[in-house]
């Protein structure tokens, strides 16, 4: 590949710093996939921080350069060529791009480069039980008080709640407003008494999520984002980063169909199962096999046309496609297995796994916003399709119906 | 077979769009269905100017001398217009049947006028049985003499040679008949899709010419090129199916709003979409696969041939449940889509035996 001038001295500067300063990291936190926080690591990216390459397209006053998207990926390609991490947070550390566009001066010098150097550990306070697909329509209150809020409330499905140091927490602080205009961003510090962090038991009979009760907890105005009334906004851009890495991951799957050379694992169950000659079992083999493959190729299509700047309806087709997948795999191995299915334990891990993976295709179909959730976004972003009247959108939330009742506050 | 670069093939295929949208529009399709050999030869010798109809034939006779990519984007522009013409039969099956045979003298003598559109070649292939496999060849040969008969033959009565798979003492062999010659009987086969022809042709000790070549080994090659075509028309006709049904969602009021504010109908637009989408990447990867003569190409061909073929049929099934009533006219084009749609399904195989071949393929 042949750079232009700028481009070329800009690859050698980050080469000949990655060469005097990269040396590798002890074995443990150099894991297969992703990184675990190890004090090797954490220096390692204090040093990547403080040099400018973590955010280089971010401005000078904040760590970064000032770098476009494409000199900025000229970094991230000598970083993964040696295989150092912390390139390229400026587009994946969702914490750190959310604080640095709507943070206070004061939150942005305490966090963002703790936060490029996962010093601190976060968790998402999103969803509540009342408010799932309908996010905008969280009761979790925060009440200003002198120079803080007070939080009330609870959160769901909130994954390393138990060790997080703050929370990007959504709450409503006017119950005046419609329901997208009430509401607040904020980092709340989760390492207090009023946060009780309780595991969640799933229907897989795995905890990996939690429920987070707030009862009076305290977060000071300073970590407050953007304005009051203005967190709707600020969770869009936290949202998108959350996309963006998400549809990163899509796009670094495997590209093309792929052409292992060990039997597809459904193949190799039907065959040991006996029921390969069944011309039934045969035939859903074949469409569920087909379904993986055809949303690989999906992808890698999708990675093409991105590439060339064109924009691709199949990207936001990818979860879709995935809950397909996960259901119809989970009930071939179901079919495949008959009567052995009723069962469970060590000594029946065939069993064990086409009954785990029926349930825990639900977190794909419901998790990140249900399939029907999914097909209103395609319908709407993607074809074009309007969206259906909302009767909650222009009335002040108090008067929103919640269950049979409007909210009581 | 060589590959137009990007910008070409971007290039031919918009270049067909325009032609399809002057001369192959929804009143040119309507008449040409309704006519005895069901295409138009204005459009067809078009077509066969601009290079389509010879699009991978070599150019050694007259040919473009593309390959299958080339073939695959072309057809999705044209099944997005369902253009009738005999392109399938002649410019592909044949025009592929005689490439893999390899018999230079038939090349010679037959390829430059499929090129050019001036003959219509076809294959005669499969029995009544309508499977397209090796079982199913029903014409047997002694010496030259043909007799017995195929079905389903593609544009059978519109054709000026034959080409046809028959049992011989030696095992299948392919002959070169001429339409007229002594002995050949064919009927028209009245047809569910009325864009497609299709015809029954019975030999009785019809005198052919033998060619060089193992026929069955070839067939499946013009069957997979065939297939890659086909699936190419299934995705493009399914992505215009679509596209005309969303448009109507967003025009059509009922109940105060467009009818595509409704998620009943937003819902399967959706995942008409996913459908649609898949069919196209599953038939240019089948054509990318078939043009690099990968070893996964059966796999990649047998994908294509069910994905696509039954994404083309739920699109345009589902397009005239959502339009409503207006679809259940005759003057609507949503059924012309699902007729061309529930053909495409079973030329050269049905979905369920492509599921069976792609999971042979992966060596179960």
Redesign the interface.
Known sequence: MTLAAPDQSLRDEVRAWLAQHWKGLPRPAQAAVGWTSTPELRAWLRQVAQARWAVPRWPQAWFGRGLSDGEARIVEREFAAVGAPGAGQDRANLWANTLLAHGTQALKEELILPLLCHEVGMCLLYSEPGAGSDLAGVRTRAERTGDHFVVNGSKVWTSGAATADYGMLIARTDWNAPKHKGISFFFLPMKQPGVEVRPLRQITDERHFNEVFLTDAIVPAENLLKGEGEGWGVLQTALAYERSVMGEGARGARS??P?SKT??PL?AL??EAGV?GD?LI??D???A??WR???A??T??AKAELAQGASS??MS?GK??MSRILHAEARLRTAILGAESLLEGPDHPRAEDANFLTLNAYFTSIGGGTD?I???I???R????????EVDRDIPFRDVKSGKHTSKI | MASLSAEERVALTDAVTRLLADHGAEADVRRSMETERGYDPDLWRRLAEMGVVGLTIDEAWGGVGAGPMELEAVMEAAGAALLCSPLLASGVLAAELLRALGDQDAQARLLPGIAAGTSIATVALTGEAGTWTEDAVSVTAEGDRLSGSASYVLHGQNADVLLAIARTGDGLTVFEVEAKAAGVTVTALPTFDHTLRLARIAFERTPGRRLDGEAWPAARAAMDLALVALAGEQAGGARRCLETT?DY??DRFQFG??I????A???M???L??EC??A???A??AATRLAEGAS?AD??VS?AA??CADAFVRTTADAIQMHGGIAFTWEHPAHLYLRRARADAQLFGTP?AH??R??EA???
Do not use: C, M, T, Y
């Not at chain 1, 993607?382 to 009247?389: H, R, S």
């Open positions: 093309g169909a052409e039997e597809e193949i039907a065959r390969l011309p045969r035939q083999l074949a469409q096999i087909a493959r055809l949303n190729l999906n890698a299509r309806p199949v087709l879709l496609a029907q999914q097909r209103n395609i319908g709407e993607v074809l074009g399709l309007p969206k259906e009247p | 969303v969602a967003k709003r467009a595509g504010s409704f998620q109908i937003k819902h637009a959706a995942d979409l996913l989408e898949s196209v990447s599953a240019r990867r996964d796999a990649a994908l069910f994905a369920d599921r069976e792609f999971l992966l060596g179960a």
